[in-house]
C-alpha cells in the first residue's frame, strides 16, 4: 500500500509516543499500547488516518518534561510542552497542537534539545494544546 515511515526512535520505561498529523492534530501514547513484532509482521495502527487529521507527519519518543517544536507550511515555529498533550489509547483521535491557516499544514515536528530557547530556534512560544475531541 501506501505507507510511509515518519519516525524512528529508542524508547524508555518513561517515554511515550508523539504522532502528529498535518492538520495539527497529535496524541501521546504509552508504549505499553504497542505489542511487540517480530519480522514480518504488519505492523499496528497508531493514528487513524481520516480527513480531520489528515497525514501523519511525524512521530518522535517524548517524555512529560520534553518540550517540542511544530513547523509548518506557512513558516509558523511553535513550541510546546509535551506534557500539555494528553496521553491517551492508540484508537483516540488526538487534540489540536496547533491552529493552522488556510491551505497552511503541519509539516514537522521535533524534540527540542535542552538549553535550546524559543527565541534561539527562531519560533513563537504557544503553551497551548486546545483538546480537540477524542
Known amino acids: 500500500g501506501g505507507d510511509v515511515l515518519v519516525g524512528l526512535a ?10 502528529a498529523s498535518e492538520n495539527g492534530i497529535g496524541k501521546r501514547t504509552s508504549f505499553a499500547e504497542y505489542r511487540g513484532q517480530s519480522r514480518g509482521g504488519k505492523g499496528i495502527i ?3 488516518v481520516t480527513e480531520k487529521t489528515g497525514a501523519v507527519v511525524g512521530a ?7 518540550e517540542l517544536m511544530l513547523m509548518t507550511t506557512g513558516g509558523q515555529s511553535i513550541r510546546i510542552r509535551c506534557s500539555e ?12 497542537l496547533v491552529t493552522l491557516r488556510g491551505e497552511e ?3 514537522d515536528i521535533a524534540k527540542v534539545v535542552s538549553g535550546e530557547d ?3 530556534a527562531g519560533g513563537e512560544e504557544d503553551n497551548t494544546a486546545a483538546d480537540d475531541s477524542e
Open 118 to 120: 524559543p527565541e534561539e
Open 10 to 19: 529508542l524508547v524508555s520505561d518513561q517515554s511515550t509516543l508523539l504522532v
Open 105 to 107: 499544514r503541519l509539516q
Open 85 to 96: 498533550i494528553r496521553e491517551t489509547g492508540r484508537n483516540a483521535q488526538g487534540v489540536k
Open 46 to 48: 497508531t493514528m487513524k
Open 60 to 66: 518522535v519518543a517524548v517524555e512529560e518534561e520534553d
